[in-house]
């Protein structure tokens, strides 16, 4: 069975101290539940916790990422559909865990997109994701230099992985983070 979102919290917590780590764990645990929302909304909170952890062992392991998340989940008992749908997220990047199931196709594909869209909407006057639309993303998108560490390939891939238009993508996502922008630092 899934831990509850405190005890996942608890244990993202053990690993992670960086805030703009916990923000971008915020920000796909809002968006992960936004699309199960829509997709499968008898599974929104497990959805919600495997967007909370995903980045599990980010900050400690940077160069094992995703292989110390298997096992730290291993060792606190994670069901195995929980670990192989969090480290999926990292295939192309880190491993071969090709993203099948709907949630992880979602993962892998809104992870990267939720830097962008907060590093958009960053730049933006309000310094907002409440009023910024997809245009603004997409027009950051074209300037390879912004945010450049936002592997635009990988979103692609996951936008096509899920038969939807990167642009629906986009607008889902940034709806998505809208529900915790004051968390995420993104309410202007």
Same mark, same amino acid.
């Given at each position: 069975?899934?831990?509850?979102?405190? #005890?996942?919290?608890?244990?993202?917590?053990?690993?992670?101290?960086? #805030?703009?780590?916990?923000?971008?764990?915020?920000?796909? #645990?809002?968006?992960?539940?936004?699309?199960?929302?829509?997709?499968?909304?008898? @599974?929104?909170?497990?959805?919600?916790?495997?967007?909370?952890?995903?980045?599990?062992?980010?900050?400690?392991? /940077?160069?094992?990422?995703?292989?110390?998340?298997?096992?730290?989940?291993?060792?606190?008992?994670?069901?195995?559909?929980?670990?192989?749908?969090?480290?999926?997220?990292?295939?192309?990047?880190?491993?071969?865990?090709? /993203?099948?199931?709907?949630? #992880?196709?979602?993962?892998?594909?809104? @992870?990267?997109?939720? =830097?962008?869209?907060?590093?958009?909407?960053?730049?933006?006057?309000?310094?907002? &994701?409440? @009023?910024?639309?997809?245009?603004?993303?997409? %027009? %950051?998108? +074209?300037? +390879?230099?912004?945010?450049? =560490?936002?592997?635009?390939?990988? &979103?692609?891939?996951?936008?096509?992985?899920?038969?939807?238009?990167? @642009?629906?993508?986009?607008?889902?996502? &940034?709806?998505?983070?809208?529900?915790?922008?004051?968390?995420?630092?993104?309410? =202007?």
């Amino acid at each position: 069975m899934t831990p509850t979102r405190d #005890e996942a919290l608890t244990l993202f917590k053990e690993y992670n101290q960086s #805030e703009s780590l916990y923000q971008h764990a915020l920000s796909v #645990e809002a968006v992960m539940r936004h699309f199960a929302e829509k997709f499968a909304p008898d @599974d929104v909170e497990r959805w919600g916790i495997l967007g909370l952890v995903h980045d599990l062992d980010y900050e400690q392991f /940077p160069e094992e990422h995703c292989t110390m998340t298997e096992k730290i989940l291993r060792e606190h008992n994670w069901p195995e559909e929980d670990i192989r749908a969090i480290i999926s997220h990292g295939y192309t990047m880190c491993n071969d865990v090709e /993203p099948i199931a709907l949630e #992880e196709k979602v993962l892998f594909t809104i @992870d990267e997109l939720t =830097g962008l869209v907060a590093a958009t909407a960053l730049m933006r006057p309000s310094k907002s &994701i409440l @009023d910024m639309e997809v245009k603004s993303v997409k %027009k %950051k998108w +074209k300037q +390879k230099s912004f945010a450049a =560490g936002v592997n635009r390939n990988v &979103i692609e891939m996951g936008a096509e992985k899920l038969g939807m238009p990167l @642009d629906e993508v986009i607008q889902e996502t &940034i709806l998505g983070m809208r529900k915790v922008a004051d968390a995420i630092g993104l309410a =202007g």
